[in-house]
């Protein structure tokens, strides 16, 4: 099984050959420098979550398009065989459990966050909707101007093409499901 960033750099690579997108262009559209965009082609880069959130947005694809691998007729998904995507020195790990690709309309994500750290999310393509179920901890979400708290057990869906942002309010790892749904 390929790391992640391996995955991440040949699925942009590809999709940007697709789109005859240079680099110089990719830049432009997503707001990530060139030289971030070259090394995470070759595989050398470990971008954040807001990074490849950046690059999809730019590349106008479901954030899926860039995590996705071939799949088998099934899949058995262990977590602990997985590379998550890491932000802020591990306070956030996102795990992609089922990636689909460009033309399946949903990605489903394990994320476990640290006590008391926050986030701030990009806005996702037009029409992205986000279901989450919380496991353990407080998650605190704001989605323009509301705010909502949920604990362990309780679920939210919302419309992800806002700003939106993220916190574990409480001591303890929050941990949640999102499913990502493109339509």
Same mark, same amino acid.
């Given at each position: 099984?390929?790391?992640?960033?391996?995955?991440? $750099?040949?699925?942009?690579?590809?999709? #940007?050959?697709?789109?005859?997108? &240079? =680099?110089?262009? @990719?830049? %432009?559209?997503?707001?990530?420098?060139? $030289?971030?965009?070259?090394?995470?082609? #070759?595989?050398?880069?470990?971008? &954040? =979550?807001?990074? @490849?959130? %950046?690059?999809?947005?730019?590349?106008?694809?479901?954030?899926?398009?860039?995590?996705?691998?071939?799949?088998?007729?099934?899949?058995?998904?262990?977590?602990s065989e997985m590379d998550p995507?890491?932000?802020?020195?591990?306070?956030l790990k996102n795990y992609i459990i089922f990636s689909g690709?460009?033309?399946?309309?949903?990605?489903?994500?394990?994320?476990?966050?640290?006590?008391?750290?926050?986030?701030?999310?990009?806005?996702?393509?037009?029409?992205?909707?986000?279901?989450?179920?919380?496991?353990?901890?407080?998650?605190?979400?704001?989605?323009?101007?509301?705010?909502?708290?949920?604990?362990?057990?309780?679920?939210?869906?919302?419309?992800?093409?806002?700003?939106?942002?993220?916190?574990?309010?409480?001591?303890?790892?929050?941990?949640?499901?999102?499913?990502?749904?493109?339509?």
């Amino acid at each position: 099984m390929d790391t992640i960033n391996l995955i991440v $750099s040949k699925n942009i690579k590809r999709i #940007r050959q697709e789109k005859d997108i &240079s =680099l110089e262009e @990719l830049s %432009k559209l997503s707001g990530v420098s060139k $030289s971030m965009l070259s090394q995470i082609e #070759r595989g050398n880069g470990n971008p &954040s =979550l807001s990074t @490849l959130w %950046k690059i999809a947005n730019g590349m106008m694809v479901p954030f899926n398009a860039l995590v996705s691998q071939q799949r088998a007729p099934y899949e058995v998904v262990r977590l602990s065989e997985m590379d998550p995507i890491i932000e802020a020195d591990e306070n956030l790990k996102n795990y992609i459990i089922f990636s689909g690709d460009e033309n399946q309309r949903f990605s489903v994500y394990y994320i476990e966050v640290q006590p008391g750290y926050s986030w701030t999310s990009e806005m996702h393509m037009r029409g992205t909707i986000e279901f989450i179920t919380v496991f353990s901890g407080k998650l605190q979400l704001k989605v323009g101007e509301n705010t909502f708290c949920l604990e362990r057990g309780e679920s939210i869906r919302f419309k992800a093409d806002a700003p939106h942002a993220y916190q574990n309010l409480s001591q303890e790892t929050l941990i949640f499901h999102n499913i990502l749904y493109n339509s």
